[in-house]
């Protein structure tokens, strides 16, 4: 079994910065692609923030210049870095990895985290 962890949320003020971790563990052999998704109350899960494999990154509008979507893979570790929160990044923000188990071969598993609470206040 494989499993990923977020850690970091928490309360701040608008303007502040917090770092939200996703930490894979179980039986990884690797993680592939990499998503942090949002959730505000009453609305979807939407995409922030996205880490391929190779590296390459594609951030929702409003997170852009704000945001940023980091991997450490001997950590087994993805990082999103937020500064200059507003309000409206309030929500429960989700960690989303294609991880591929020990004994699936080339096959990735679909892993969702239970999520973080962030809360900024005006």
Known sequence: QVY???????????????RLSCY???EVVSIGDVTWYRQAPGKQRDSIARMSSSGDT???ESAKGRFAISRNNTKNTIYLEMNNLKPEDTGRYYCNAKIVPRGWGQISKDVW?????????S
Do not use: I
């Open 24 to 26: 894979a563990y179980g």
């Open 113 to 121: 985290g239970q999520g973080v609470q962030v809360t900024v206040s």
């Open 58 to 60: 594609t951030y929702e």
């Open 4 to 18: 990923v962890l977020e850690r970091g949320g928490g309360l701040v003020q608008t303007g502040g910065s917090l």
